[in-house]
């Protein structure tokens, strides 16, 4: 109970920050609006949305990052997290409390990019709905990343890391605007060890109806997402109790 009421208070200052919350869920709207124009007018297919939409999906969800980050950053430069550090609630009891309402943006958001995608030609179909759940443990990966820079890193900082270097290294090494193999050997080498890539190949499977492709990609994307929560909870755990001798 104290970790669903702690959400509902996190939901509530989300749903408060209208700027960030219009931006995060338009800006990769306008992108794919952008991209689908510029399609349109060449004559090869550089933008197909069934390959677009999934990599715009998974880019969308890095702007997550940012407000988890942010969050959770400016809680600890307020005297609200001292208080709440004297309750009984554990460190695993603060993130899922900061998590638990930002899986519903990123579902939104998803929703939203592929609801557009429909609108510009994209068949609908229930593959649709497949890609969606597919695409969750990226949003648990970017929920992570953002509550352990803001566990580390104050809210300035977090504005750097997760809105410029994060958005920016998701969307050049996940194969959205090319395919990675153009770039050379070594590029996609570094690319494939990081998950980003591979949430937009999962995506792309489970939007094609081919979920036996998708399963290796999310083994990749959900060692990332466990392995940085537990990161998050082990270094929030830290935190609350240098804070509190």
Same mark, same amino acid.
């Given at each position: 109970?104290?970790? @669903?009421?702690?959400?509902? &208070?996190?939901?509530?200052?989300?749903?408060?920050?209208?700027?960030?919350?219009?931006?995060?869920? !338009?800006?990769?709207?306008?992108?794919? @609006?952008?991209? +689908?124009?510029?399609?349109?007018?060449?004559p090869v297919d550089l933008f197909? $949305?069934?390959?677009?939409?999934?990599?715009?999906?998974?880019?969308?969800?890095?702007?997550i990052s940012l407000f988890s980050?942010?969050?959770?950053? *400016?809680? &600890? =430069? =307020?005297?609200?997290?001292?208080?709440?550090?004297?309750?009984?609630?554990?460190?695993?009891?603060?993130? $899922?409390?900061?998590?638990?309402?930002?899986?519903?943006?990123?579902? #939104?958001?998803?929703?939203?990019?592929? !609801?557009?995608?429909?609108?510009?030609?994209?068949?609908?179909?229930?593959?649709?709905?497949? +890609? $969606?759940?597919? $695409?969750?443990?990226?949003?648990?990966?970017?929920? #992570?990343?953002?509550?352990?820079? !803001?566990?580390?890193?104050?809210?300035?900082?977090?504005?750097?890391?997760? !809105?410029? @270097?994060l958005t920016n290294l998701s969307? /050049?090494? =996940?194969?959205?605007?090319?395919?990675?193999? @153009?770039?050379?050997? +070594?590029?996609? *080498?570094?690319?494939?060890?990081?998950?980003?890539?591979?949430?937009?190949?999962?995506? &792309?499977?489970?939007?094609?109806?081919?979920?036996?492709?998708?399963?290796?990609?999310?083994? /990749?994307? =959900?060692?990332?997402?466990?392995?940085?929560?537990?990161?998050?909870?082990?270094?929030?755990?830290?935190?609350?109790?240098?804070? &509190?001798?």
């Amino acid at each position: 109970m104290r970790t @669903l009421a702690f959400a509902d &208070r996190n939901s509530k200052e989300i749903l408060r920050d209208v700027l960030n919350l219009a931006f995060g869920l !338009g800006f990769p709207v306008v992108l794919l @609006l952008l991209l +689908t124009a510029i399609q349109a007018n060449v004559p090869v297919d550089l933008f197909r $949305l069934d390959q677009l939409t999934p990599g715009m999906a998974m880019f969308g969800l890095s702007f997550i990052s940012l407000f988890s980050g942010t969050l959770i950053a *400016k809680d &600890r =430069s =307020s005297s609200l997290m001292m208080r709440l550090f004297t309750s009984p609630m554990k460190a695993r009891d603060f993130i $899922l409390g900061y998590t638990l309402p930002l899986l519903p943006m990123a579902i #939104a958001q998803v929703g939203v990019c592929f !609801g557009v995608a429909c609108l510009l030609g994209l068949t609908p179909s229930w593959s649709i709905l497949t +890609t $969606l759940l597919v $695409l969750i443990p990226a949003a648990l990966l970017f929920i #992570a990343i953002g509550l352990l820079c !803001g566990t580390i890193f104050n809210d300035k900082q977090v504005g750097s890391i997760c !809105g410029a @270097l994060l958005t920016n290294l998701s969307a /050049w090494l =996940s194969g959205t605007w090319f395919d990675l193999n @153009l770039v050379g050997d +070594t590029f996609k *080498k570094v690319a494939n060890l990081l998950p980003f890539s591979h949430a937009v190949n999962a995506g &792309r499977a489970a939007l094609a109806g081919n979920l036996p492709a998708a399963y290796p990609e999310l083994v /990749w994307v =959900s060692a990332y997402a466990i392995a940085l929560l537990a990161i998050a909870i082990l270094v929030f755990t830290h935190k609350m109790d240098s804070d &509190r001798v």
